[in-house]
């Protein structure tokens, strides 16, 4: 088991930077969605390090926040947005950077306006960018804009595509070797869905496996580097929180069957950690008892192990 573990959260995200640092999370919603932390934590292939000594300080982007988006650019981890307490601004439009040691904010000359329950992520055809889709923005509509965060210049572009994916939120994401991978959210009349797009860093394109998940919302996906699939946990139809792994080799979904599993979960985090060359799942709210979690997984394109 680990020694040292972040606080129970959701909604939050994680993410490695570069292709051998330590996954930095910046932790959301504890232990419910009233409660929004700042709190910035490191994983070094075996524990948690929490980068401040207190439980609400200036240890990341205030105000704390959930449901914001976090991605590597090529140089650092991005932040964007999120949902604060209403009497704080509500809906956040704000962008931030990790380097390593510490968060800068930063001012972009354009930048999205605020939402949250969007998703970002990168992949190499991307080269030193980050690319965000759809959200609820504040304007109290779901939208599905494509932006662009360079890492190099430090701004953000709206991007064009020919096609794009309706509007969503609750939708996961994740950036593989050439192209990045989208799957399922729910639309504007609440309806969960369970389409699988491509984005090559040019246009969005519709999918069609024989095999799918089921519609679903809040589920995790990260791209397995040592398996060269991509890997999604969880999610919840109208009615449970799935406990169930499925991977895409790019063309197909095949239902993992693995002898040990996380509870279903919802809004959890998860990425690839080159560090033990696995994927790192942690926290989501859990359908064993519809409360945040704190326990920290790892899958090693068999099973899942409780660290």
């Not at 051998?20 to 910035?40: H, I, Q």
């Not at 000594?53 to 988006?69: E, F, K, S, Y």
């Not at 976090?70 to 990790?98: C, E, I, P």
């Not at 969007?118 to 080269?127: G, L």
Request: net charge neutral; glycine share 12%; charged share 10%.
């Amino acid at each position: 088991m680990t020694t040292h573990t972040p606080l129970r959260c959701a909604n939050s995200f994680m993410v490695q930077r570069g292709s051998s640092e330590v996954v930095l999370m910046d932790t959301g919603a504890y232990p419910s969605v009233s409660n929004f932390l700042n709190e910035t934590w490191t994983w070094n292939g075996t524990d948690w390090t929490n980068t401040g000594t207190t439980l609400i300080d200036a240890n990341g982007p205030l105000p704390g926040r959930i449901n914001h988006v976090m991605a590597y650019d090529g140089y650092n981890v991005m932040l964007f947005g999120g949902q604060a307490d209403s009497s704080l601004g509500g809906y956040l439009r704000d962008t931030w950077t990790w380097g390593g040691s510490s968060w800068v904010r930063k001012s972009p000359t354009t930048s999205p306006f605020g939402r949250h329950l969007a998703e970002a992520c990168r992949s190499t055809t991307t080269a030193l960018n980050a690319t965000m889709f759809g959200g609820y923005g504040g304007n109290a509509k779901l939208v599905n804009e494509t932006w662009k965060w360079d890492g190099y210049l430090q701004n953000w572009t709206q991007q064009s595509p020919a096609t794009s994916p309706p509007a969503r939120i609750g939708h996961c994401m994740a950036g593989g070797p050439t192209f990045l991978v989208m799957f399922g959210g729910s639309n504007s009349a609440g309806e969960c869905k369970n389409d699988t797009w491509k984005y090559d860093g040019t246009t969005w394109t519709l999918q069609a496996p024989a095999t799918s998940p089921s519609s679903r919302i809040g589920a995790s996906m990260a791209y397995d580097a040592t398996n060269n699939v991509w890997v999604l946990f969880g999610g919840m139809n109208e009615y449970y929180r799935l406990p169930e792994t499925w991977t895409y080799n790019g063309t197909t979904w095949t239902q993992a069957a693995p002898a040990t599993s996380p509870p279903g979960l919802t809004w959890s985090q998860m990425c690839w950690d080159s560090q033990s060359g696995r994927v790192l799942l942690f926290g989501g709210f859990s359908a064993t008892d519809n409360y945040a979690s704190a326990q920290t997984w790892s899958w090693n394109g068999t099973t899942w192990a409780l660290l």
